[in-house]
């Protein structure tokens, strides 16, 4: 006949009276823009479908998720972060509780903490993004505050810009030069900022931190990137993909994936940013990583800081087919293009844009010289294409 606090109320509470039903995928956390899902067990335990790591309440999960993230989390704030179909699990706790003991209502401050969790002050949480339906609450949700209402104003906002010009099928923008501005000028988000303005990056020695995860990059993946952007002068995207380990909390990549489009056309000019840079003097591209930092819990509104990171490089002993086959297609996608670079033109006094950019790879290439010919090969293609 004892009464259960909101501490006594877990996951196999629910379950038990049927506020829950066991089923794969149908819990869920967004969190800085990444999204877990989980499966959720009868025994009320949480399988992370990504890994297959088993825990066993909330807040384990929270807690774990958003340290791969944000590495300085301190703790989860479990069930006002987990979704079981869309809906915070403390919703589904605060009907409960309703539904079995209407006449024991806890003290308006009591925390949605339950057992075996850490006391911790609810943060904003980013809402789900999906057309999925979500199924109701036992009880409606209450109103959403006007606040809550007004950030995602502001978000909306800083996708599309007041202000922004549309431009018609087949114009470019005209470049203007972009000044970096320092990060302590930003203040909080505001709508009114362009979402294109660059930030300079800064040094965690300069905000006496440490860097809070190792990367380590594959030759063969700076090659791809460097050769991409020496094709065309405008700007260039793609992709990096890797493996991250947890336990030694280290970023490892593996593959590169250049996007062959036109990021002239309108409709993906507006997608990227446009990195390109005239300003190095130097024959070697210069590639700079950075992480942008999540804000502090304590100012959800801030903007995430761009951190330099330092890198490790792995010399690879041969180029992969697929590495050669990228660089294959991006030849025959730019050849033609007006935007190609002019490869037997002169890039200095004594070297043409093919020497500057045979002498930018010469670092990046394996030392095997059996792949030397088909470099060539590559080369030759260049100086027809354009």
């Known amino acids: 006949g004892a009464l259960l606090t909101r501490r006594g109320i877990t ?3 629910l379950l038990r009276d049927g506020l829950l039903e066991p089923a794969r995928g149908v819990l869920s956390i967004y969190y800085l823009g990444k999204k877990f899902v989980g499966d959720l067990g009868a025994d009320g335990t949480i399988t992370w479908q990504e890994t297959g790591q088993v825990f066993n309440s909330p807040s384990a999960w929270a807690t774990h998720c958003k340290r791969l993230v944000n590495p ?10 987990v979704r079981y179909k869309g ?6 706790k605060a009907a409960w509780l309703r539904q079995h003991q209407p006449n024991a209502a806890p003290p308006p401050d009591e925390s949605l903490a339950s057992e075996g969790e850490e006391e911790e002050m609810p943060e904003e949480e980013e809402e789900e993004v999906t057309r999925e339906g979500r199924l109701p609450v036992p009880e409606p949700a209450a109103a959403k505050k006007p606040e809550e209402k007004s950030k995602k104003q502001q978000c909306k906002s800083l996708l599309e810009p007041a202000g922004t010009d549309h431009v018609p099928p087949g114009k470019r923008l005209e470049s203007k030069a972009r000044v970096p501005v320092r990060y302590c000028t930003l203040g909080t988000r505001d709508s009114a900022r362009n979402p294109q303005t660059l930030v300079e990056v800064t040094t965690f020695a300069a905000v006496n931190k440490f860097q809070p995860f190792n990367v380590a990059i ?5 090659l791809l990137l460097d050769f991409h952007s020496h094709l065309t002068r405008s700007e260039v995207v793609g992709y990096l993909g890797g493996r991250w380990d947890t336990n030694t909390q280290l970023l490892t990549v593996l593959r590169a994936f250049p996007c062959r489009t036109r990021l002239g056309d309108a409709e993906a000019a507006g997608a990227v940013e446009e990195p390109y840079y005239s300003g190095n003097p130097g024959v070697e591209s210069k ?4 992480w942008v930092m999540p804000p502090p819990e304590q100012r959800p509104n801030d903007y995430g800081i ?10 690879d002993g041969f180029l992969t087919n697929d590495v050669l086959q990228e660089m294959t297609l991006l030849v025959d996608f730019y050849k033609g293009a007006p935007d190609l670079v002019k490869f037997q033109e002169l890039w200095s006094q004594d070297q043409t844009y093919l020497d500057k ?3 930018s790879l010469a670092s990046r290439t394996p030392k095997d010289q059996s792949f030397t010919h088909i470099l060539e090969q590559i080369y030759s293609l260049l100086k027809l294409s354009s």
């Open 87 to 92: 809906q915070k699990l403390d919703q589904y």
């Open 306 to 315: 761009p951190m330099e990171v330092e890198v490790a490089y792995i010399q």
């Open 218 to 222: 594959s030759s063969n993946v700076l």
């Open 72 to 81: 300085a989390k301190k703790s989860g704030c479990g069930w006002a972060s």
């Open 11 to 13: 996951l196999r509470v």
């Open 287 to 290: 590639i700079a990583p950075f």
């Open 357 to 359: 950019l045979k002498g």
